[in-house]
T-cell receptor
């Protein structure tokens, strides 16, 4: 079974600084998709960024980028120029090409942004 | 931008009662999912639904749970006889036309269920 691990329960960053959230996963599949979701205090799950495993190029979305290391099974999220609105719980999630349509989530990392 | 909506936002019920949680998917989305998140824990997959059938379910999704799309718009999750441990946030998610693993799942705002 696939597992997703986020080893940082909490992280903090100063406004305008950069922070990196870690995620590792375990799978025997060769094709899969990885996601970062943000969950603000309202608790709605908002997609931040996604990465296809077959793509070597790291995905970027404005201030958000990933460092995808397929061999190491690592998928970290970098937030540049952190803003107060970035404060939230961040979940890493995995979806396999052949293992059904379910998303498998990590434990989450609570990000605090200090003014 | 189209959104997934869920009702109610909060529900309090007595143990043993039935609850129905409702979701309105993004228009033209055909694949639907339910997840739950017990307070302080991971988000867990419950069930996926396509073409009026369950396509996949987790070990959590036992006989107490059922899903349906009664009127072609709402997608519902029914818990027949709630238990204390059913207290959680329940999220609906939907996926676009292709429905494959490459599709991004878009989540609703969740229903917070409290069983007393």
């Amino acid at each position: 079974a696939q597992t997703v691990t986020q080893s940082q329960p909490e992280m903090s960053v100063q406004e305008a600084e950069t922070v990196t959230l870690s995620c590792t996963y375990d799978t025997s599949e060769s094709d899969y998709y990885l996601f970062w979701y943000k969950q603000p205090p309202s608790r709605q799950m908002i997609l931040v960024i996604r990465q296809e495993a077959y793509k070597q190029q790291n995905a970027t979305e404005n201030r958000f980028s990933v460092n995808f290391q397929k061999a190491a099974k690592s998928f970290s999220l970098k937030i540049s120029d952190s803003q107060l609105g970035d404060a939230a719980m961040y979940f890493c999630a995995y979806k396999g090409e052949t293992s059904g349509s379910r998303l498998t989530f990590g434990e989450g990392t609570q990000l605090t942004v200090n003014p | 931008e189209p959104e997934v909506t869920q009702t109610p936002s909060h529900q309090v019920t007595q143990m043993g009662q039935e609850v129905i949680l409702r979701c309105v998917p993004i228009s033209n989305h055909l694949y639907f999912y339910w997840y739950r998140q017990i307070l302080g824990q991971k988000v867990e997959f419950l069930v996926s639904f396509y073409n009026n059938e369950i396509s996949e379910k987790s070990e959590i999704f036992d006989d107490q749970f059922s899903v349906e799309r009664p009127d072609g718009s709402n997608f519902t999750l029914k818990i027949r006889s709630t238990k204390l441990e059913d207290s959680a946030m329940y999220f609906c998610a939907t996926t676009g036309l292709a429905g494959g693993p490459q599709e991004t799942q878009y989540f609703g705002p969740g229903t917070r269920l409290l069983v007393l």
